[in-house]
């Protein structure tokens, strides 16, 4: 059974910083590419930040050089560094592993909650 258990959301203050884990179990992690996504009511879901099996990433634009993507495969889990937190980074945070052509795993979802 595939589980993916995300933790560390909460409320924090503009400018402030939490790290978020994604804790996988039942699949392969030390070879799948894994993602960071969110959603803000009333707003698609979108593409925070992805690291591949090689430890290369990526990341959207809106937090390029505020959040840093990691992983530990001795750990099975997968982090997000969230620093400079802004207002508009409130959403809630979803992990995800990737299956090639197939539809992705996804987490239970995190809240993160950006106090102006």
């Known amino acids: 059974q595939v589980q993916l258990v995300e933790s560390g959301g909460g409320l924090v203050q503009a400018g402030g910083s939490l790290r978020l884990s994604c804790a996988a179990s039942?699949?392969?992690?030390?070879?799948?590419?894994m993602g960071w996504y969110r959603q803000a009511p009333g707003k698609q879901r979108e593409l925070v930040a992805r690291?591949?099996?090689?430890?290369?990433?990526n990341y959207a634009d809106s937090v390029k050089g505020r959040f840093t993507i990691s992983r530990d495969n001795a750990k099975n889990t997968v982090y997000l560094q969230m620093n400079s937190l802004k207002p508009e980074d409130t959403a809630v945070y979803y992990c995800?592993?990737?299956?090639?052509?197939?539809?992705?795993?996804w987490g239970q979802g995190t809240q993160v909650t950006v106090s102006s």
């Open positions: 995800n592993a990737e299956r090639g052509p197939f539809p992705p795993y």
């Open positions: 039942g699949i392969r992690f030390s070879i799948s590419h």
């Open positions: 690291i591949k099996s090689d430890g290369s990433t």
